[in-house]
Each structure stands twice: as structure tokens, then as C-alpha cells.
């Protein structure tokens, strides 16, 4: 067993912290929010007061946190893990972030003898909690595969997609599509209810023909074909419209960068931006098709 520090115990991370608890790991928690440490230590971790009392005296430590900045102020700080670690300690960082700050971070964690990976998730607060994730790994073969027991304990699937800053890649690509696959689902499905046909009828007509995507049948953005889905509980995430925006802005900073046309995709981030200003960032990603149906 591990002695594990985990920096980001919010929605995503804590849930994720709790299944390396109960596995029988060592787990100290930390995160700005007091609230979502307790939850944690509730759910069988130890609570940590700072970054350094998390990242002191660990073998493993893993980070969930909000953006870019926030991953290299952690790891490279005065007070942060690079200058508090062991040496030879594993890091595994699941924020989703842009592929450049991912590299820089890893590059530098390497450059002080530090294995890591970038290992970004998909599968939502509910994927979480069931340790079904899907990761998606960048960095080296050697530092992936010390991941791997950790990350299959909180997840079913563990891709390594190649060097730092390919889970990253891996993650925005797959985002965008869904983004995009969900606003195509939510259109066929208005025009449907406008054409006087019913929304089951066209579900299970086109979940078992060409139209067939996750965005349809999984996670269905009308009340009914898929009783799990968030659409039959007033579109509460789930994976959160401001979470789909933020994935989607990442795409387009990192089209930009690389010459890429992503037309489709620079529409959906307009789309989810439109839902965002209009209030309505909290409510689930789906929920687009409300915002498309004219309801808000």
C-alpha cells in the first residue's frame, strides 16, 4: 500500500481520493475548500493543511485542479510539490489543461528526477464515484506504467496516448467531439418535436442506425429514452455546461496554435459560450438543447 497526497478534492477529485482510500492506500487530502476536505476525510482520507503537508512523506501524489496556471503554481511554487517531494516521488497530474503548461510542468518535473504524467479524465462526477473513468496518459512508458495501478483503481480505462501533453490532446480532441456530437442531437431531436415526431420513435430509430453517437445513447438530452441521462433530472450535472466551455475553448487555443481547422468545433464553443452567458453554466451540458428548443 501507497501513501498517496491528492491536491484538488472537489467534485472530480474527491470521489476519485476515496476510491484510492478504499483500496486500503494512505490518502491525504487537501483543497482550498475546507468543506471538500472534510468530505474527503469522511470518505476515509486524512486531512492535509497545505500543499506541503499534502505532497511531505508520500509516494504518489496526484492533482485535480481547475486550469493551467493553477497545476504549475502548485508543482513549481516556493512552498509547492517539486520543493517539497521526495526524490523519485510518482506524479500524476488529472487536471484537464492546455497542452503546453502540461509539457512545461512535466519537463521540469523530469528535469529534478521526478516520474510523471499528465492523465486527464473522462466519465463525469458519476464516473468518479463509481471509479469507471476512462484515463488518458501522456509521458513516458516508465512513468505511465507506474501510473497505471493508481489510475485502474480509480478508473476502468487506462490509455497511454503517447508523450507529456498527449493525455491533454487526447482529452480536448475527444471533448470537442462530444461537444459537438450533443449539439447535432439536440437539433435532430427540436426538429423532430416540430415535425410531429415522437422523441422515443426517433430514438430508437436512430440509436440503432447511422445517427447512433454516445451523446444519444448515453446521455439523451430529452426526458425519457434514457432514464440516467441528466435530461430527466432538470439537466443537473452530469458534466457541467461551463465544463464542456472550458474543454472546448482549450480545443480552439490549441487549434490555433497548431494550424488546425476545427470550423464545427469554434461553432460549438460559440453555442455553449451563448448558454454560459445566458446563466446557465451550472446546469448540465445537454441542457444546450433547451437553449436551442428557445426555453432560455
Known sequence: MASIGFIGVGNMGGPMAANLAKAGHTVKAFDLSKESVDKAVAAGCEPAETVTDAARDVDVIVTMLPAGKHVAHVYEGTDGVFATAAPGTLMIDCSTIDVDTARAVIAAAEDKGFPMVDAPVSGGVG???AGTLTFMVGGTEEAAEKARPFLEIMGKTVVHAGDAGNGQAAKICNNMMLGIQMLSVAEA???AKRLGLDYQKLFDISSKASGQCWS?????????P??????NRDYQPGF???MMLKDLKLA???AG???ASTPLGAAAESLYQMMSSK???GLDFSAIIKMIDGEI
Open 257 to 259: 496554435k497548431a494550424g
Open 216 to 224: 444519444l445513447t448515453t446521455y439523451c438530452p430529452v426526458p425519457g
Open 279 to 281: 446563466g446557465n453554466g
Open 240 to 242: 457541467a455546461t461551463d
Open 252 to 254: 480552439q487555443d490549441a
Open 189 to 191: 431531436f427540436m426538429l
Open 127 to 129: 464516473g468518479a464515484e
Open 226 to 231: 434514457v432514464p440516467t441521462s441528466p435530461a
